[in-house]
């Protein structure tokens, strides 16, 4: 069955960098969401706890409870508030405050201009008001930048304003709680980060995506795609391959069927080029739900070792790539 490995050494390399960038590897947030951008999440909680980190992002409870053994507190991005010791609750808007449940960890989202989620910033002093009044723990305040991996001076904007947060949240009497901002982007493209904590995404899975005109750390891509030799035949010239035999031979050619498809989360995308694999292999026709084929005999190859080239290919980006991984793929730590 097609599989995927999991390069523990270039995990490490990767926050090992990020934690000489941002000073400190106790204000790392490992963003583990949707499967850990498909690499697994379980897998990638052990890893992060073995290197040491001690706090996480995760989408919802669900995911929170599967790694909570792992680390000292979760931050849970988009679920109702309920009292749990180690983890905190994200707070989208006015009614989110109000849904959650007494005594739970919140920390409040302020939309400082990417229009997004969070509360508006006129809103903050009755968001804060309404955390008093429905006895909720606030632990933490947050925003996030919209632009930091882009030429302009959006993301300066976007840090200025949450400045004026922070002032006003310490007046308002919160003066020990944490204030995060920065995201794989800006925590690579900027030199300092006066926030408490940094939430890192596609950098510690081996990416950037920041624009070429920026200086940026050696990242290591983390995960590989594999896929195992099905049957062969002996394909004649002029036979076609596949639904509508859209691949023709132009010689006789020996071809390979593999164990992949869009059932695995591949992309079924009707390309004018052929993509080619790692090891250099076009994909011959039509990706079905299940396989591929190739014009080889080896019993595994190499589909993919690095979700951005694919994704340029694909015309989308390195996340995308990454999520679309099915979680039914096994995931086996090199």
Known sequence: MAYITINRQNFFHNLNQIALKIGSIDKILVVLKDNAYGH?????????????????????????????????????????????????????????????KESSKVELKVDTGMHRNGIAM????????LIEEYKLELV?????????DEVGSEL?????????????????????????????????????????????????????????TFNSIELKPVLALHAKKVSSRLLRRSQRVGYSGTFVAHKDMLVSTYDLGYGDGWFRVEQSK?????????????????????ESSQNEVT????????????????????????????RVII
């Open 122 to 129: 006129s809103e903050l002093e009755e968001a804060l008001r």
């Open 156 to 212: 300066f904007w976007q840090q200025k304003n949450f400045e004026s947060i922070k002032q006003r949240v310490k007046e308002y009497g919160y003066t020990n709680i944490r204030f995060h901002s920065f995201n794989s982007a800006a925590s690579l493209r900027l030199k300092n980060c006066n926030d408490e904590m940094v939430r890192v995404g596609i950098a510690i899975y081996g990416y950037s995506e920041l624009d070429s």
């Open 303 to 330: 589909i993919m070792d690095n979700a951005q080239k694919t994704a340029k290919h694909f015309g989308t980006i390195s996340y995308e790539i990454l999520t679309s991984l099915s979680s039914k793929l096994e």
């Open 40 to 100: 697994g999440l379980t897998t990638m909680a052990k890893l992060a706890f073995e290197f040491g980190i001690k706090s996480a992002v995760v989408k919802d409870i669900s995911e929170a409870n599967q790694v909570k053994a792992f680390f000292k507190d979760i931050l849970i991005l988009n679920d109702n508030a309920i009292k749990e010791s180690s983890f905190s609750f994200a707070l989208n808007s006015l009614e989110s405050i109000k849904s959650a």
């Open 140 to 148: 933490g305040v947050m925003t996030h930048f919209a632009s930091a």
């Open 274 to 294: 052929a993509y080619t694999t790692t090891d250099g292999l076009e994909i011959l026709g039509r990706v079905s739900m299940d396989f591929i084929s190739l």
